[in-house]
């Protein structure tokens, strides 16, 4: 299992206009909750009024989407990793420092508010056992970090440059800023 951002082609999702409701009623306790909404409103409305964060799932399955955000909302995960060459080839942005995002399960419900902390792109064998360690699955091994995702990147690659123990590798920390 791993953990890279995507969107678990199996989640069971809600009708798109259900889908969407559930995504804004979501955002609007977690700005709430978050005190994301702190602006005097003299200043006017603001884009984080009209338009939620980017929403998302972990790994490629609604099971392992289930785990992992499991991982996150009891404090264990706390980081995240995904092949550079996949948002290349699905013309994604990477993650930012200060970014938020939503976070599905695996029946496509918004259960978590994330900020992201850090972000860092090194290649897969430069990976440190920190990083491993912050992503709070299997034994928390630098070597289990590094048998999943190879396994993981091999399978659920959207690029065609197959799996290189030197390829890039997003590593993401992030921190939780409201759940449901």
């Known amino acids: 299992m791993s953990d890279d ?14 889908a969407e409701e559930q995504v804004r009623t979501f955002w609007d306790l977690a700005r709430l909750h978050a005190h994301i909404s702190a602006v005097p409103t003299y200043f006017g409305p603001t884009p984080l ?8 799932a972990f790994g490629a399955s609604a099971e392992q989407a289930d785990k992992l955000l499991g991982l996150v909302l009891d404090g264990t995960k706390t980081a995240t990793a995904s092949a550079l060459w996949d948002y290349e080839a699905e013309g994604e942005q990477l993650p930012e420092q200060g970014a938020l995002s939503i976070v599905l399960d695996g029946s496509g419900r918004p259960r978590a508010l994330l900020e992201t902390s850090e972000v860092a792109v090194v290649p897969f064998d430069e990976v440190d056992e920190e990083h491993a360690r912050l992503e709070g699955e299997g034994d928390l091994s630098l070597a289990h970090w590094r048998a999943v995702h190879e ?16 390829m890039p590798v997003v590593c993401e920390r992030f921190r939780v800023l409201y759940s449901d």
């Open 151 to 166: 396994q993981f990147f091999t399978a659920e690659a959207t690029h065609e440059h197959g799996f290189r123990s030197d």
């Open 5 to 18: 951002r995507s969107r678990p082609d199996d989640l069971a999702t809600a009708e798109p206009d259900e």
């Open 49 to 56: 009024d009209s338009v939620p964060p980017p929403t998302w």
